[in-house]
Protein backbone atom coordinates (compact mmCIF):
# COMPACT_ATOMS: atom_id res chain seq x y z
CA UNK A 1 0.00 0.00 0.00
CA UNK A 2 1.47 3.43 -0.61
CA UNK A 3 0.37 6.59 -0.04
CA UNK A 4 -0.13 9.56 -2.42
CA UNK A 5 -0.30 13.25 -1.14
CA UNK A 6 -2.50 16.09 -2.81
CA UNK A 7 -1.65 19.48 -1.41
CA UNK A 8 -4.46 22.00 -2.58
CA UNK A 9 -3.54 25.56 -2.70
CA UNK A 10 -5.44 29.17 -3.91
CA UNK A 11 -4.11 30.43 -6.76
CA UNK A 12 -1.51 33.09 -5.59
CA UNK A 13 -3.62 35.81 -7.08
CA UNK A 14 -6.65 34.69 -4.90
CA UNK A 15 -7.46 36.63 -1.63
CA UNK A 16 -6.89 34.24 1.29
CA UNK A 17 -9.02 35.90 4.47
CA UNK A 18 -7.96 32.64 6.40
CA UNK A 19 -4.84 33.15 5.34
CA UNK A 20 -4.74 36.90 6.49
CA UNK A 21 -6.30 36.43 9.97
CA UNK A 22 -4.05 33.85 10.87
CA UNK A 23 -0.98 36.57 10.10
CA UNK A 24 -2.45 38.98 11.85
CA UNK A 25 -3.47 36.86 14.92
CA UNK A 26 0.64 35.86 15.08
CA UNK A 27 2.81 39.22 16.25
CA UNK A 28 -0.31 39.08 19.34
CA UNK A 29 0.39 35.38 19.87
CA UNK A 30 4.24 36.50 20.09
CA UNK A 31 5.21 35.27 16.70
CA UNK A 32 7.46 37.77 14.90
CA UNK A 33 9.18 37.90 11.77
CA UNK A 34 6.09 36.20 9.77
CA UNK A 35 5.35 38.25 6.10
CA UNK A 36 2.66 35.86 4.98
CA UNK A 37 0.84 33.20 5.16
CA UNK A 38 -1.44 31.36 2.74
CA UNK A 39 -4.14 27.97 3.80
CA UNK A 40 -4.64 25.22 2.18
CA UNK A 41 -5.48 21.63 2.12
CA UNK A 42 -3.76 18.34 2.60
CA UNK A 43 -5.58 14.82 0.82
CA UNK A 44 -3.22 11.72 1.98
CA UNK A 45 -5.15 8.78 -0.65
CA UNK A 46 -3.72 5.64 0.66
CA UNK A 47 -3.93 3.69 -2.79
CA UNK A 48 -3.84 -0.48 -3.24
CA UNK A 49 -1.06 -1.57 -5.69
CA UNK A 50 1.76 0.18 -7.01
CA UNK A 51 1.84 3.91 -8.19
CA UNK A 52 2.62 3.55 -11.76
CA UNK A 53 1.91 6.59 -14.39
CA UNK A 54 -1.69 5.03 -15.22
CA UNK A 55 -2.58 5.47 -10.65
CA UNK A 56 -0.74 9.10 -10.75
CA UNK A 57 -2.72 9.59 -13.84
CA UNK A 58 -6.02 8.76 -12.34
CA UNK A 59 -5.32 11.02 -9.04
CA UNK A 60 -4.42 13.52 -11.05
CA UNK A 61 -7.82 13.55 -12.86
CA UNK A 62 -9.35 13.03 -8.99
CA UNK A 63 -7.74 15.80 -8.07
CA UNK A 64 -8.61 18.16 -10.70
CA UNK A 65 -11.97 17.28 -10.80
CA UNK A 66 -13.09 16.71 -7.43
CA UNK A 67 -10.44 17.62 -4.86
CA UNK A 68 -9.43 21.29 -6.07
CA UNK A 69 -11.84 23.85 -7.93
CA UNK A 70 -8.55 24.70 -10.61
CA UNK A 71 -10.54 28.09 -11.18
CA UNK A 72 -9.48 29.39 -8.13
CA UNK A 73 -6.93 26.38 -7.01
CA UNK A 74 -3.32 24.83 -7.78
CA UNK A 75 -2.77 21.49 -6.74
CA UNK A 76 0.36 19.14 -6.23
CA UNK A 77 0.15 15.22 -6.54
CA UNK A 78 3.29 13.65 -5.20
CA UNK A 79 4.16 9.64 -3.58
CA UNK A 80 5.46 9.74 -0.13
CA UNK A 81 8.09 7.22 0.11
CA UNK A 82 7.39 4.39 2.90
CA UNK A 83 9.86 5.99 5.40
CA UNK A 84 7.73 8.79 5.38
CA UNK A 85 4.29 7.06 5.61
CA UNK A 86 6.29 4.72 8.75
CA UNK A 87 7.26 7.52 10.47
CA UNK A 88 4.00 9.71 9.91
CA UNK A 89 1.93 6.21 11.12
CA UNK A 90 4.63 6.42 14.82
CA UNK A 91 3.85 10.23 15.08
CA UNK A 92 0.09 9.74 15.31
CA UNK A 93 0.59 6.29 18.08
Known amino acids: MARVVVDVMLKPEILDPQGQAVQRALPRL ?12 RF ?14 RIHELAETFLANTVIEDFVVKVEEAKETQKAEEAAK
Open 44 to 57: ELEVDGPVDESALA
Open 30 to 41: GFQGISDVRQGK
